[in-house]
């Protein structure tokens, strides 16, 4: 069965400084890896995803990622944080059905806080 | 345009109660989905709709009952629920193709809260 670790419940980091959350997934074919942020009461938007081809994706507002299969890792990562940015950040895998990713499994999520 | 709506942002309901939640997707998408997630946790799967046809039932217990009227449209209808259901409510649509990956789009959510 598919897996994902967010080993980080929670991370703060001053605005301005850069960012990686660390994400580890367990999958036996070649995953569809996705990274989604929530702010508090709204809806998931997604920020990047990967499906194959160049391993480091880029996504909206700056985010960007790197697929390692090696390591079965996909961490997410930013230059420069903004205090906007202050949300929580999913990690997710899709298992393949049919060829359709339909199914996600999403680690527990990491929180972030921005400090001024 | 990357959309999805749902209706009502916010429900309280009362156990005897019976009450649907809307959502809506206009991108042409042909899967759609309902996900339950509670405080401090990530979203789980509750159904998934292929064309109009459901596809996935994550044993969720039946006084959740979903409806895929038309290719834009799910609802879920709720009756008799359990104050353990109160939850942010999402739905989510993708494009559904046999083969290669898709990203799924999420609505707001509705907020339910069951007395």
């Known amino acids: 069965a598919q897996s994902v670790t967010q080993p980080d419940i929670h991370i703060t980091v001053s605005e301005g400084a850069s960012l990686e959350l660390r994400c580890n997934y367990s999958y036996g074919a070649t995953p569809y890896l996705f990274w989604y942020v929530q702010s508090p009461g709204q809806g998931l938007q997604l920020l990047l995803k990967y499906f194959s081809g160049d391993t480091l994706v880029q996504g909206i507002k700056g985010f960007e990622a790197e697929f390692k299969r090696s390591q079965s890792s996909f961490n997410l990562r930013k230059p420069s944080v903004h205090w906007s940015d202050a949300a929580e950040y999913f990690c997710?895998?899709?298992?393949?059905?049919?060829?359709?990713?339909?199914?996600?499994?999403f680690g527990s999520g990491t929180q972030l806080t921005v400090l001024p | 345009d990357t959309e999805v709506t749902q209706t009502p942002k916010h429900l309280v309901m009362g156990m005897t109660n019976k009450k649907s939640l809307k959502c809506e997707q206009h991108?042409?998408?042909?899967?759609m989905y309902w996900y339950k997630q509670k405080a401090k946790k990530p979203p789980e799967l509750m159904f998934v709709?292929?064309?109009?046809?459901?596809?996935i039932n994550e044993s969720v217990p039946s006084r959740f009952s979903p409806e895929c009227p038309n290719s834009s449209l799910l609802n879920l209808h709720l009756h008799a629920l359990q104050p353990e259901d109160s939850a942010l409510y999402l739905c989510?649509?993708?494009?559904?193709?046999?083969?290669?990956?898709?990203?799924?789009?999420f609505g707001p959510g509705t907020r339910l809260t069951v007395t």
């Open positions: 989510a649509s993708s494009q559904e193709r046999l083969a290669g990956g898709h990203e799924q789009y």
């Open positions: 997710a895998v899709g298992k393949t059905s049919s060829g359709s990713a339909r199914q996600l499994t």
């Open positions: 709709y292929s064309y109009e046809k459901l596809s």
């Open positions: 991108m042409g998408h042909r899967a």
